[in-house]
């Protein structure tokens, strides 16, 4: 990427940070926060690049730019004192908006002397082919440059790159762990308003785009292996229960099978009692009844042998008496 394009790219960038800042109501101030961080972030990695690359190769190359190139320099450090600042002052400060107003003046100051005076003269020095080198350099070390202000760190070569590179590390190493610290937190939240049934609150993270994107990711990955459990615990009920249900539905198969088989077995054995009865009673009447038929023969034939008798010795009286 051409050097000038990429610088006037970050120009562009910050510019719409300010015009965002300003047009924020006076209590917004989440809002001054949020953009107030970001500024923070793109002026200090643009000033870093531009101390540890840009300003020596126009300086050792370009006839002309150093008055320039050493003005720029110190209105560097003025700006990281601003924001150094700024970094750790809360937006409710009454010099809160007061500051960013001075930084924003001097940052387009600084940025009209730039693209007016000292681009135009180091890309007609440097040609196309150089500044795609030089332009390719600084988006590597964009990755690597601090993220934060360091208004005492050494501002020119050869410190300023290595100085430049360990404070990048801490930098991000610092923006990577307050993110997670955030992002924890708010995961936390999240879980207490899931156990609550309340609903999540809407925090919104500090720090620059790399602290941002840290908490984001923390919180969004917490909250994803919250569902997976949550899942995982829904579909378990739902196996346990449909065993459960199974295994009624059996019980209560079996249960009914057993049932009919009772009744059906004492309908049988019922039905057989009052058969047993019946028998029973049939044939006790038969045999009672058989003692009275004999009885009642016995009694006639000896009512009958009586008659005879009587009649007998009545005829035997007759015969004697004549």
């Given at each position: 990427?051409d050097?000038?394009?990429?610088?006037r790219?970050?120009?562009?960038?910050?510019?719409?940070?300010?015009?965002?800042f300003?047009k924020t109501?006076?209590?917004?101030?989440?809002?001054?926060r949020?953009?107030?961080?970001?500024i923070?972030?793109?002026l200090?990695v643009?000033?870093?690049?531009e101390?540890q690359?840009f300003?020596?190769?126009?300086?050792?190359?370009?006839?002309?730019?150093?008055d320039?190139?050493l003005?720029?320099i110190?209105?560097h450090?003025i700006v990281?004192?601003?924001l150094?600042e700024?970094?750790?002052?809360p937006?409710?400060?009454?010099?809160?908006?007061?500051?960013?107003?001075v930084?924003?003046?001097?940052?387009r100051?600084?940025?009209?002397?730039?693209?007016?005076?000292?681009f135009?003269?180091?890309r007609?020095?440097?040609?196309r082919?150089?500044?795609n080198e030089l332009?390719?350099?600084?988006?590597e070390a964009?990755?690597?440059a601090?993220t934060h202000?360091?208004?005492?760190?050494?501002d020119?070569?050869p410190?300023?790159?290595i100085?430049?590179?360990v404070?990048?590390?801490?930098?991000?190493i610092?923006?990577?762990?307050s993110g997670l610290?955030?992002?924890?937190v708010?995961?936390?939240?999240?879980?207490i308003?899931r156990?609550t049934n309340?609903?999540?609150?809407?925090?919104s993270?500090?720090g620059?785009?790399?602290a941002?994107?840290r908490?984001?990711?923390?919180?969004?990955?917490s909250?994803?292996?919250?569902?997976?459990?949550?899942n995982?615990?829904?579909?378990?009920?739902?196996?346990?229960?449909d065993?459960t249900r199974?295994?009624?539905?059996?019980v209560?198969?079996?249960a009914?099978?057993?049932?009919?088989t009772?009744r059906a077995?004492?309908?049988?054995a019922?039905?057989s009692?009052?058969?047993?009865?019946?028998?029973?009673?049939?044939?006790?009447k038969?045999?009672?009844?058989?003692?009275?038929?004999?009885v009642?023969?016995?009694?006639?034939?000896?009512?009958?042998?009586?008659?005879?008798a009587a009649?007998a010795t009545t005829?035997?009286?007759?015969?004697?008496?004549?």
């Amino acid at each position: 990427m051409d050097a000038i394009t990429l610088l006037r790219n970050d120009h562009r960038t910050v510019e719409q940070l300010f015009k965002r800042f300003e047009k924020t109501g006076d209590d917004a101030y989440v809002a001054k926060r949020e953009i107030v961080d970001r500024i923070i972030e793109e002026l200090s990695v643009h000033a870093a690049i531009e101390e540890q690359l840009f300003y020596p190769a126009a300086r050792a190359t370009v006839p002309g730019v150093e008055d320039v190139a050493l003005e720029s320099i110190e209105e560097h450090h003025i700006v990281k004192w601003v924001l150094s600042e700024l970094d750790g002052m809360p937006p409710q400060d009454e010099r809160f908006d007061a500051k960013v107003t001075v930084l924003i003046e001097n940052v387009r100051h600084h940025v009209e002397e730039e693209q007016d005076e000292f681009f135009p003269k180091v890309r007609d020095e440097l040609g196309r082919k150089a500044l795609n080198e030089l332009g390719d350099a600084m988006v590597e070390a964009k990755a690597t440059a601090p993220t934060h202000p360091h208004p005492r760190a050494p501002d020119t070569p050869p410190a300023n790159a290595i100085i430049g590179n360990v404070t990048g590390v801490v930098d991000r190493i610092s923006d990577n762990i307050s993110g997670l610290a955030q992002g924890t937190v708010s995961a936390t939240q999240d879980l207490i308003a899931r156990l609550t049934n309340s609903k999540k609150p809407k925090t919104s993270p500090t720090g620059n785009s790399v602290a941002r994107k840290r908490a984001q990711s923390t919180r969004a990955a917490s909250a994803e292996a919250t569902d997976t459990v949550a899942n995982t615990a829904r579909r378990a009920a739902k196996a346990t229960g449909d065993t459960t249900r199974a295994a009624t539905s059996g019980v209560k198969s079996v249960a009914k099978t057993a049932a009919s088989t009772t009744r059906a077995t004492a309908n049988t054995a019922k039905s057989s009692a009052k058969g047993a009865a019946k028998s029973t009673s049939t044939t006790a009447k038969q045999r009672s009844q058989a003692p009275k038929s004999s009885v009642k023969a016995t009694a006639t034939g000896a009512r009958k042998t009586a008659q005879s008798a009587a009649k007998a010795t009545t005829d035997a009286a007759k015969k004697v008496g004549d």
